[in-house]
């Protein structure tokens, strides 16, 4: 048995880290003090204790405790888990249902188990490591409180090492036991894998069972680079690859975009940041390049690296090289603080549908005028917004790209408003 398993916590008291969530008077730790079981999702980076807290509340609540991997169960292991569960009910026990890795699940198995998390045959218990609102259907994360769980922290991660050392009887100076903590980036059990890794060496050599510097440099030399997931250097790289797309500078974001990849960023969140720089930072200057975007993503979906990355390193240059333009950006905030701040205007009466006789007796639709029937399918003089906020000017095009011919295509347009003997408003 791995000694990561070894090492799991049999008790609450020894589960170190998450104190966000099982402090006294916390709302986890108050559910579990009074046996009140809910359906969760545990969302964090890996090694941070998803399972075994899990396995903690299972044995604290004395319920019975069913664990599935998403990655190897489909449909007929749910139906067992829940055959099993319904057992269990005929003793008057309570079952959770953990099922590992959750977001790997489809639409249709999550489903599956849905009608029992409805009606109480299992309390469910999900981890995953990614974001549950893009990955796990509505109706089930409308079932189930969503706790995050956050990487451990340096000091967390040296007692679990030197507890560990303790257990196996090896012996760690703080400098060693501090390197590998720093670089286990906040993941207990890839710190007890080099650690163990360590020990295994020692042994092999039949030497004391000291993991002394020399040790631990072997062990951590060639060892890949973690990305910061969530801390400083995460987002620093991030802004630093937008801000190159921004400053039109191919050469920097490829650069920036390579060293996400290396540092282990997941390639899927990459993609799903160029698609928001290609809404952002180009928009209508380029319409090309929000397609662009999409498909690298698509390709990495498809085919995973490394015909995913070259994709997508196709669209960091494109995005790098594309005329800029933030107008619709903008436009899109400004309305929404102005929605915020005001009130609810109505919408105007020659905007509303009249489906039924009493409707257009009222008004709905009177005035309205069908653009296509207008000369160039345009009304002009019309306007499509409460009167209150009548002359309002949100989107407004800059002078670069395809938004060139845009602005000049709105101008002559509200030129022909200002001409026209129809204008709403007066």
Known sequence: MPLAARMRPQTLEYYLGQEHLLAEDKPLRRALDSGQLHSMIFWGPPGVGKTTLAQLIAHLCDAHFISISAVLAGVKDIRAAVEEAK??????????????????FNKAQQDAFLPYVEDGTVIFVGATTENPSFE??????SRARVYQLNALNDDALIRIIKHAAEREGWIIDAAQAARIA????????????????????????????????EIIDQVLN???RRFDKGGDLFYEQI????????????????YWFARMLDGGCEPLYIARRLVRMASEDIGNADPRALRICLDAWDVQERLGSPEGELAMAQAVCYLAAAPKSNAVYTAYNAVRRDIAAAPSYDVPMHLRNAP????????FGDGYRYAHDEV????????????EIKDTVYYQPVERGLEKKI????????????????????
């Open 87 to 104: 057992k269990q009910q005929f003793f008057q026990r309570r079952t959770i249902l953990f099922i590992d890795e959750v977001h790997r």
């Open 136 to 141: 796990i259907n509505n109706a089930l994360l």
């Open 182 to 213: 720093s670089h286990a980036d906040g993941d207990a059990r890839r710190a007890l894998n080099l650690i163990e890794l360590a020990g295994d060496m020692v042994l092999s050599r039949g030497e004391a069972r000291d993991l002394n510097e």
């Open 222 to 224: 060639g060892q890949p």
């Open 239 to 254: 802004s630093a690859l937008h801000k190159s797309v921004r400053g039109s500078s191919a050469d920097g974001a490829l």
């Open 356 to 363: 039924t006789g009493m409707m257009k007796k009222q008004g």
């Open 376 to 387: 160039d399918a345009y009304a002009a003089g019309e306007n499509y917004l409460p009167k």
């Open 407 to 426: 602005a000049e295509k709105l101008r002559y347009l509200r030129q022909r408003d200002a001409e026209s003997p129809h204008t709403r408003y007066r």
